[in-house]
């Protein structure tokens, strides 16, 4: 760590001082001799950071891109990687070092910092393109700055968010399993919890699983605009927590009427609890707005499909500045 933050003052700190400044002046530090090679390997090193921590931003924005969360982990990482062996290539070759028996004292006189100074400029003598360096070095920590700041960015109007607000549903998509089974009405059981997805769909989308559970009739309070979302009793939900964007993966069925009245769907993260009788409306917990609906019908074959799409964005609460209705694909 101490020749790491002696490097990174050379880089930043160093400078060529007037040798009438220095002229006299017994030496502190041994000279050395430049090393082209090293000061190249350390260039191309930063080099190689500017164009990891460049390809961040990029691969968040392009959603074309295949597997995004492992080439951003692959991209921030090898960023902080190349900055990380750039460093220790100019601290191993590049700085000449001194052992000594006691650390340096605080330096509290103008003679003291002098000395410190004068200690830094003559472990840098080795360096022979400065500016290089602290341009290289500048530019690898600025990409690392913007690959650092780039999610913060796409909460504004920098990125293209449209695709936070697609779904796979539309009217005629059917109902799922993990397996690709088709779910039918008549299997559908109460006091039971299901997951489901769109079949034919992309199942990493944000808005593509469900929760999907059967209610008695006289359990159902929706809106009157709701009244034909549930045929059956049947009632599906986006299974993405409107807290934190976590699953919902618990189904409560009442055991004690007294404190348990009716079911509800739980996120066992932060254990945000929601109705499913009453258009998802949250009961207990941190969330901040209800579970999406999802429109269901029985088709002619019996089996369950959107009858359309959510009523509201799917997604954590905290969207909320930039909430819009879901859209078809």
Known sequence: MKRWLAALAVVVLGRRRRRARIG??????????????????AVVLFLCAVAC??????????????RQTQ??????????????????????????????????????????????????????????????FVVAGGAAGTALGIALVTPAASLGPVFDVEPFYETPWRRGVRLVDELGHVFHARDVEEDTFYTAFPQHADREQM??????????????????????????????????????????????????A???PRPALVCPCHYSTFDPGRAGKVLFG????????????????????????????????????????????
């Open 53 to 66: 921590g460049a390809a961040f931003p990029v691969v968040y924005a392009v959603n074309a891109i295949p």
């Open 258 to 260: 007294a404190v348990e």
């Open 71 to 132: 080439f951003l982990g692959l991209s921030l990482g090898l960023c902080f990687g190349f900055i990380a062996a750039a460093c220790i290539v100019i601290s191993k070759r590049l700085v000449v070092s001194e052992e000594l028996d006691e650390e340096y004292g605080v330096p509290e006189h103008p003679e003291e910092q002098e000395r410190l100074e004068q200690i830094v400029e003559e472990s840098g003598e080795r360096i022979t393109r400065k500016r290089l």
């Open 207 to 256: 808005g593509a699983p469900l929760v999907v559970v059967r209610l008695k009739p006289a359990q159902l309070q929706l809106p009157a605009d709701r009244r034909g979302w549930a045929p059956g009793g049947i009632v599906a939900y986006s299974k993405i927590c409107t807290h934190a964007g976590c699953a919902i993966n618990l189904y409560r069925k009442p055991t004690f």
């Open 24 to 41: 006299g002046r017994k030496r502190i530090v041994q000279p050395g001799f430049p090393d082209r090679r090293g000061e190249s390997l």
């Open 286 to 329: 941190p969330a901040g707005r209800p579970l999406p609906q999802l429109p269901l019908l029985v088709d002619a074959s019996g089996a369950l499909a959107a009858a359309g799409n959510f009523s509201g964005a799917v997604g954590p609460a905290w969207w909320g500045v930039r909430n819009r209705k879901p859209k078809s694909p």
